[in-house]
């Protein structure tokens, strides 16, 4: 199935090599998490903060079991300063 993957500021330097925006689509099996992709790109735990599916906020303690649906749109933004 294919979802919209979607990673923010500095996580999106963890998108594959020559993406020119902030999203990949991807192909990923029904049983797939959201613990599954930060797993396979490899983000660092302590820089996944604010997680969307759909523009739904998913709660941390969620997250490593929550799976995703046929056109999910899953973003993720790493902690943010500013004033």
Known sequence: M???FKLYA???DYL???QRHNAVELDID???TIGDLIERFNLPK???HLVLVNGVYV???QRMARTLE???ALAI???VAGG
């Open 2 to 4: 294919r979802i919209t």
């Open 10 to 12: 500095t996580l999106s």
């Open 16 to 18: 594959p090599a020559g």
């Open 30 to 32: 029904q049983a797939t």
């Open 46 to 48: 302590k820089l996944v």
């Open 59 to 61: 709660e941390p303690s």
């Open 70 to 72: 046929a056109g999910d």
């Open 77 to 79: 933004w790493p902690p």
